[in-house]
């Protein structure tokens, strides 16, 4: 029987190897793997050691084979959804040996699952490790099997849902005949100093000490801002960064430019919260969420009876914002009246509220932020070219997602961290497959969007499961953009199969509102609610859309 069980486990492993030589991967799963030599491997080993020293040798090797034990213990999962505890439990060690590390084997195991007991030791032969730790230190006192007891930890704590440490007990490379690990969880060791070498704020603590003893040495004093909420570590990003924080203590006015859902706004609180003026309000304003009519009341406030409707005076966002930072966006939606009174308060710092001839000085940073070309807009008679050259002195552009695909990962775990506590969720995780597909796509939406993909991931997601390519769903929408050009434009092919669609609608379904009301619908969706970039979908103004909405059948 257990003859029978391995080779049906030997069979589905195989199985589960994929290699896509014209893209140079090999997958397991949905985990992506590489080969390694094992002499190359024992060189990175031995560097570790030699410029770390053994102990954060030692956590860095520990945390990296916990971590490839988890994603094992989520394959062996998909693999035998239905099966025996024990059996499934017992594919570990035939992971490990497929993957070329070791040959093991459970010599004792004592597990109740529903009492959250475990105990367990197992027998490792022909460990890559000991064998390349041999080869640089020769036979010594210490147990070095590092990675291998990681494996084991991770894989177990995986599988069974609770913090297992296992410890070498017995290695090669101290002579033994095998080397022997041993299992239990994390609280039952006496040895606490060695499970906290699997906490990965260890292996971070060790390397920021060292990072900046070397500063120290180095003699690299500089102050750098911290990036705080801004996630990113492409030359794109960096460059951006760069940019904004020269701007950060700076009195001067700030253009932020990008595509909808770059995170413009985000941007704009952190120049904010890193200036001098971050102990007083940051008020934002989006100037295509109100009607045309209303934003010079939302701007410079209004006096008692103004007009109709104005019962009592109120400020206005200038000075709400007195002594601190007024951010606008969508600036390129302002009336000209507007933008005369803006530039107006930029050149003299003093507003009047509609309806009140009294003047009232106020003390504003303004940071403007859009989506469209202003130049083109100064072109077209609709943004005024003053206010441009008082606003673009300090322009900041925002690069796009699909040109900052090295900060997707960093950009993911930022929104786990996020929102697995809002949805009661812990997440192990993105599989290697998933985040192949994330990096590839082109993300038109940008980081709004990746947020939205990852958020509905996170809902959709088992208790400590592994976000993978079931939890997304982006496969739509890229084959719904294969059928757009370069330029935007639909193809003609697409237009083709949608008209032979009309052909086919039967007359009670001709009907053009409600149809119009779908189109709007859907592109005010996809725009998440924003008027403007629904507008610019339909090929519509905003007003347009805006006089649409209002007739809209709800």
Known sequence: MLTKMRLIDHFNLRSSLRFDIDRGHIWLGQNRMFLLHTAAFGELRRSIIDNFGIESAKALFL???????????????????????????????????????????????????????????????????????????????????????GYASGYTTGFFKRFIVFKEIECACKGDEVCIIEGRPAEAWDDQNYVDLFRSERVTRDLADLENELKHLRGKRAEVPTQGNLVGESHGFKQCFDILSRAAKAPISVLILGETGVGKEVFARWLHDNS??????????????????????????????????????????????????????????????????????????????LGDNKIRTVNVRLVAATNVDLNKLIDEGKFRSDLYYRLSAYPVEIPPLRERASDIKLLIKAMIEKYAPVYDKKVCGVTDEAIAELTQYDWPGNVRQLENVIERAILLLPENGWIGIEQLKIQSARKMLANVKTDGAVSEDHFESVEVRYDQLPDDQLNLKQHEDKLLKIALKRANGNVSEAARLLGLSRRQVAYKMSKLDT
């Open 276 to 353: 001098d003026r971050n102990n007083e309000p940051f008020v934002a304003i989006n100037c295509g969420a109100i009607p045309s009519e209303l934003i010079e009341a939302e701007l410079f406030g209004v006096s008692r009876g103004a007009f109709t409707g104005a019962q009592e005076s109120r400020p206005g966002k200038f000075e709400r914002a007195d002594g601190g930072t007024l951010f606008l966006d969508e600036l390129g939606e302002l009336s000209l009246a507007a933008q005369v009174k803006l530039l107006r308060v930029l050149q003299t710092g003093e507003i009047e509220r």
């Open 63 to 149: 945390r990296m084979g916990f971590i490839s034990g988890q994603q094992d213990s989520a394959l062996a999962y998909k693999m035998y959804e239905e099966g025996d505890n024990f059996d499934v439990f017992k594919l570990g060690p035939e992971l490990h040996a497929f993957e070329g590390l070791t040959k093991a084997e459970v010599t004792e195991a004592d597990i109740d699952w529903e009492q959250g007991i475990f105990y367990g030791r197992a027998k490792c032969q022909h460990s890559a490790e000991a064998e390349q730790h041999v080869r640089h230190y020769g036979i010594g006192d210490e147990v070095a099997c590092w990675a291998m007891a």
